[in-house]
């Protein structure tokens, strides 16, 4: 019975976190929520302080190259290196927006497997809203296109351990090599990708028209705002995947070489005149940090009052299934999961349940493709979404309810999670 009533009360805790974490009453950081829901989770005894310890040593590695990620993001942005690109293929369709709308999304799913799907919702969301606006598109044809990049950008971050937090999480939790992550993830990347396209193609068709006017849209390199930044941009980047390839063989953290390059971008940049790097490193994502730690805290305390061993049971019972339904349950577990409960709790306890017992590593890459795709089903559902959520409101007063959120994603998310957890019965 007291069993029954600290599971309660740890899943209670954690629902009231997200919701606060969503709301952000007081205007306060979704860290400070989270950090807040630790602190009772260990004042009513549900954690314990070895379980900061514990739960450290599984995301420091992620958080910190999340955050180095994200600054060399910022960094390339402000040089106006995303901005380039995309009004370079603005010009370039020649006012068809059909292929305006495959090639921005094309754009903004390398974006996402390069420089994470927070960097890419970041980055890429004022810049398309800026392009749609100069080539004449109504408010439907804006609404289609930046829909179509925020779903995007999280379906689009499977390739990489460092597209997604979940996926450096996950690939440190199970110690799966950059290369050998990479090689599995390939072909579910490129389907996740091509049926993202093609579905949110067939949703937005209608609302988008088949011409733009290109009159009103500048030459794009007026978008460069520092030449030596944006010249090094493409090399860095390349260099920078290269590096972790590398350093994952030799047995290094992806955050050593992330925050390597991250130093190295800074202090170039500190001698450009346009780029304000003390404002970037300022407004950072350090919340994220606060966040993960926290929300972690909760999570683990939930999974060890009995919800653990529930969900391992339910992963043992997955495991026996013959492929493709094991591979199918498990996405859909995770994904349903990081719905409800945000992509990083949810990776948390399917990581320990599955490592309770390993059942192999294609449920592994199951669990982190529900994960990266299933947040499309809820606004909570990843941290991506708040971020893309709250830059449309705040910068581009472009609101979106959560009922309409909910409505497209799931439409869209079901079909795509579908064929891409298929993908993995692929060679």
Request: proline share 4%; with cysteine; charged share 10%.
């Amino acid at each position: 019975m007291e069993n029954l009533f600290l599971t309660l009360l740890s899943l209670t805790i954690l629902a009231a976190t997200l919701a606060l974490v969503f709301v952000k009453p007081l205007k306060l950081g979704i860290g400070v929520w989270a950090m807040a829901g630790a602190l009772v989770s260990l004042l009513l005894g549900i954690s314990t302080l070895h379980s900061i310890i514990v739960v450290w040593n599984i995301i420091w590695n992620a958080t910190f190259t999340f955050v180095a990620i994200i600054i060399i993001t910022l960094i390339f942005d402000e040089a106006g290196f995303f901005e380039f690109i995309a009004v370079k293929l603005s010009l370039l369709c020649g006012g068809n927006t059909y292929k305006l709308f495959i090639s921005i999304m094309l754009l903004t799913s390398v974006v996402s497997a390069l420089f994470a799907n927070d960097g890419a919702a970041m980055v890429m969301t004022p810049i398309v809203v800026a392009i749609t606006r100069a080539a004449g598109f109504d408010s439907r044809g804006t609404l289609a296109f930046v829909m179509s990049v925020g779903f995007i950008a999280d379906t689009g971050s499977i390739p990489l351990v460092t597209s997604n937090l979940v996926n450096i999480v996950t690939a440190g939790y199970f110690h799966l090599s950059f290369a050998a992550y990479f090689i599995q993830m390939a072909v579910p990347d490129a389907i996740s990708v091509l049926s993202s396209i093609f579905f949110l193609f067939l949703l937005y068709r209608g609302k988008m028209g088949r011409i733009y006017s290109t009159k009103n849209i500048p030459d794009a390199r007026m978008a460069v705002k520092d030449r030596r930044i944006f010249r090094i941009a493409f090399p860095a980047t390349i260099l920078m995947i290269a590096s972790y390839v590398l350093g994952s063989a030799m047995g290094l953290p992806v955050s050593f070489i992330a925050i390597l390059f991250c130093l190295a971008i800074i202090l170039l940049a500190r001698k450009s005149n346009t780029i304000k790097v003390a404002h970037i490193v300022r407004y950072a994502p350090w919340q994220i940090v606060f966040f993960s730690l926290g929300m972690y805290i909760i999570v683990y305390g939930v999974s060890t009052e009995g919800t653990g061993a529930i969900l391992s049971n339910v992963v043992l019972s997955i495991s026996h299934l013959i492929p493709p339904f094991q591979y199918l349950s498990m996405s859909f577990l995770s994904a349903s999961l990081s719905a409800i409960m945000n992509n990083m709790p949810s990776t948390l306890v399917t990581d320990i349940a599955i490592g309770h017992s390993f059942f192999g590593e294609r449920l592994v890459y199951s669990s982190v493709i529900g994960n990266d795709i299933g947040p499309k089903f809820t606004p909570i559902g990843s941290l991506a979404t708040l971020l893309w959520l709250y830059t449309l409101e705040r910068k581009e007063s472009i609101k979106i309810t959560a009922l309409e959120y909910m409505r497209t994603g799931l439409i869209l998310a079901i079909p795509v999670l579908l064929l891409t957890s298929f993908a993995l019965l692929l060679p």
